[in-house]
């Protein structure tokens, strides 16, 4: 299959496209921002009420080099209104067009406090 190259907009739309469908296969309704701009991309609710507020973000993994720990890079990192209202990153791999939720230092920091 020959990779098709596209402008930053469109690997957003493409990104996002995978996300809603990724959330569907995992039991959430979700509802699109249908603008360009905001701190939220996606509002996902699962069948008990949980509601995610979702920003998606397409990222390359790097390699990690021979015999090295800990991070390769900072990751992606929330505005600090995206902090504030509880905003969760849905990291897309454009390459395997996996997706992950990418876990939160700050979140991790506050839940061994």
């Avoid at 995978?18 to 509802?31: I, K, P, S």
Wanted: include cysteine; proline fraction near 4%.
């Amino acid at each position: 299959m020959k990779k098709v190259e596209h402008c930053d907009s469109r690997k957003g739309d493409l990104a996002e496209f995978y996300a809603v469908t990724w959330l569907w296969d995992r039991g959430y309704e979700v509802f699109k921002n249908c603008g360009c701009t905001g701190a939220v991309d996606l509002i996902a609710m699962n069948k008990t009420g949980d509601i995610k507020l979702i920003d998606v973000k397409s990222f390359v993994p790097q390699q990690r080099p021979e015999g090295m720990k800990g991070p390769l890079s900072k990751s992606k990192t929330r505005s600090p209104k995206q902090k504030k209202i509880g905003v969760q990153l849905l990291g897309f791999n454009p390459e395997n067009r996996k997706l992950r939720f990418i876990k939160h230092q700050e979140d991790q920091d506050n839940a061994t406090k």
